[in-house]
Nanobody, 119 residues
């Protein structure tokens, strides 16, 4: 069974920085689009940033200029560097791995990591 193992996160003050990492125990890592989603209380899980196998990157507007997603093919890892944190960044962050399988989509999820930003 493919696993996504998350690390990082924790507590930061407004304006501070945190990083998240997600390691994929799967040799097929290079063909997956990797992403980070945030789940805030009372809201649905939403995409924060994603990076395709080709390196194309997409950010939610609120993350642009503050967050950086990257992937390390040797370590089979995707990282999210979060700078200039705001209270509204407080959420549980989930790592996602996605790839098409025929006409369907395979979605894999990490266990979630809590990020708290205090003012």
């Amino acid at each position: 069974q493919v696993q996504l193992v998350q690390s990082g996160g924790g507590l930061a003050q407004v304006g501070g920085s945190l990083s998240l990492s997600c390691q994929m125990w799967e040799d097929a890592f290079p063909i997956f689009t990797m992403g980070w989603y945030a789940k805030r209380p009372g809201f649905q899980r939403e995409l924060v940033a994603a990076i395709t196998p080709n390196g194309d990157i997409n950010y939610v507007d609120s993350a642009k200029g503050r967050f950086t997603i990257s992937r390390d093919y040797a370590r089979k890892e995707v990282n999210l560097q979060m700078n200039n944190l705001k209270p509204e960044d407080t959420a549980v962050y989930y790592c996602n791995a996605r790839r098409p399988v025929g006409s369907a989509t395979m979605d894999l999820w990490g266990e979630g990591t809590q990020v708290n930003v205090s003012s």
